[in-house]
């Protein structure tokens, strides 16, 4: 059971494996694009290419559900980003349960965004947690973990790679131990528990009173999604990348200034706390540039403020 990107490396793993995939479960088709066509998960894609069985439920409540997952007879089920909740009818099903693949040190960022959460909290170690679901969220006993270091470079689409491969390698490491019962799952330690939000669209606008490093931190974090941006003469400016200036003293939160070697950036923007320096930037309607060869183009944006 998956869904996007992430679940893939797992799926991939257990079908160059010994085991049997005998279904896969992924979301509904969604529309996508300007064209509005129908676009298959990577799960969906994967699991075609393989001529594997593919259920699509808009819902595991609904009348049929578990009756059709009980007639694959599963051992076993694995879930990687399903974006469902499983009901305990279902979790019931399988002999050794429902392990699930989730990107964060359990009991740390349970939930919807735990790859960007850690970004955003400045971690430098991360992981994968190989769980047995329960009917909570993300609160089922442990398996196994693996740590997965967090570069300054990694944003949410470079970290979700690495978690994925990493999950994927854990998942088939702890499949026969778990199968053999030579491992225990270890309950959760609950007063350790932290959580990590849905993330909306409207998070990635910038809020320059905030400081820079917690604004880098933010545009990393929405990468790929649901990317970083400012207003500069009503247009939305996207921001692809950018770098925390320490040493520069802050002004007018929004104003954009001239930057001099040694500085990383040629400009940059004014913050609650030293300066953002602009790496990459997109304006509406425009391709992606470098920051440098943006304000070549746009004389007057340095001095201007964004919003």
């Not at 909740?85 to 979790?91: D, N």
């Given at each position: 059971m998956g869904t996007p990107e992430f679940a893939v490396p797992s799926l991939a793993a257990l079908l160059h494996s010994s085991y049997q995939v005998v279904a896969v479960y992924t979301q509904p088709d969604k529309k996508a694009g300007r064209g509005q066509s129908v676009a298959f998960s990577p799960v969906k894609q994967l699991a075609l290419s393989q001529e594997l069985e593919v259920v699509q439920p808009d819902s595991l409540k609904v009348a049929g559900t578990v009756e059709k997952l009980a007639s694959?007879?599963?051992?076993?089920?694995?879930?990687?980003?399903?974006?469902?909740?499983?009901?305990?009818?279902?979790?019931?099903?399988?002999?050794?349960?429902?392990?699930?693949?989730?990107?964060?040190?359990?009991?740390?960022?349970?939930?919807?965004?735990?790859?960007?959460?850690?970004?955003?909290?400045?971690?430098?170690?991360?992981?994968?947690?190989?769980?047995?679901?329960?009917?909570?969220?993300?609160?089922?006993?442990?398996?196994?973990?693996?740590?997965?270091?967090?570069?300054?470079?990694?944003?949410?689409?470079?970290?979700?790679?690495?978690?994925?491969?990493?999950?994927?390698?854990?998942?088939?490491?702890?499949?026969?131990?778990?199968i053999d019962g030579r491992i225990q799952a270890q309950p959760q330690e609950e007063s350790r528990a932290s959580y990590s939000k849905v993330i909306i669209k409207g998070d990635g606008e910038m809020d320059w009173r905030l400081p820079a490093l917690d604004l880098w931190r933010r545009v990393r974090a929405?990468?790929?999604?649901?990317?970083?941006?400012?207003?500069?003469?009503?247009?939305?400016?996207?921001?692809?990348?950018?770098?925390?200036?320490?040493?520069?003293?802050?002004?007018?939160?929004?104003?954009?200034?001239?930057?001099?070697?040694?500085?990383?950036?040629?400009?940059?923007?004014?913050?609650?706390?030293?300066?953002?320096?602009?790496?990459?930037?997109?304006?509406?309607?425009?391709?992606e540039m470098s920051a440098e060869e943006f304000v070549r183009g746009q004389r007057d944006f340095i001095g201007s403020s964004l919003f």
């Open positions: 694959f007879a599963p051992d076993l089920m694995v879930v990687a980003a399903f974006r469902q909740i499983l009901p305990p009818e279902i979790l019931a099903l399988p002999k050794f349960g429902c392990l699930n693949v989730h990107p964060s040190l359990l009991p740390r960022y349970r939930g919807a965004s735990p790859i960007a959460t850690a970004i955003l909290q400045g971690d430098e170690i991360t992981g994968v947690t190989i769980m047995l679901l329960d009917v909570g969220l993300d609160s089922g006993p442990i398996l196994s973990q693996r740590e997965v270091s967090i570069s300054a470079d990694d944003t949410t689409g470079s970290l979700a790679v690495k978690l994925a491969q990493a999950g994927a390698q854990l998942l088939m490491e702890t499949l026969p131990l778990w929405f990468d790929p999604w649901p990317g970083c941006y400012a207003w500069w003469h009503g247009k939305r400016l996207k921001l692809g990348k950018v770098v925390p200036l320490y040493g520069e003293k802050s002004g007018e939160p929004g104003k954009v200034i001239a930057l001099s070697p040694p500085a990383p950036a040629t400009v940059g923007v004014e913050t609650g706390d030293g300066v953002l320096g602009l790496l990459r930037v997109q304006l509406e309607g425009k391709n």
